[in-house]
């Protein structure tokens, strides 16, 4: 099993930043794909931005330019940093990962919630 902790939601201006954090426990040490979901009310989860074990990244096309994430493999944490933010934005963001040995099986957060007031 994996336990996946979010922290670092909050509410922010519109134009401002904010980092999200997400810490991995349990079974981890085949941690492949760490990646950032959201939310929006009245809408679907959505991909925000995902990074391999390797350092592959891969981003919304809506974040792009504004959203950076990173991991700590030794510390088993992914971070997303957003910039520039927009009211848009204000979603549950949802932290996900995967193992390389066990494909097919998710794992999700809680989630932490963004508010962004323009």
């Known amino acids: 099993q994996v336990q996946l902790v979010e922290s670092g939601g909050g509410l922010v201006q519109a134009g401002g930043s904010l980092t999200l954090s997400c810490v991995a426990s349990?079974?981890?040490?085949?941690?492949?794909?760490m990646a950032w979901y959201r939310q929006a009310p009245g809408k679907q989860r959505e991909l925000v931005a995902t990074?391999?074990?390797?350092?592959?990244?891969n981003y919304a096309d809506s974040v792009k330019g504004r959203c950076t994430i990173s991991r700590d493999n030794g510390k088993n944490t992914v971070y997303l940093q957003m910039n520039s933010l927009k009211a848009e934005d204000t979603a549950v963001y949802y932290c996900?990962?995967?193992?390389?040995?066990?494909?097919?099986?998710?794992?999700w957060g809680t989630g932490t919630l963004v508010t962004v007031s323009s």
């Open positions: 996900y990962a995967n193992l390389w040995d066990k494909p097919g099986m998710d794992y």
């Open positions: 990074m391999t074990r390797g350092g592959y990244t």
């Open positions: 349990g079974s981890i040490f085949s941690l492949n794909v």
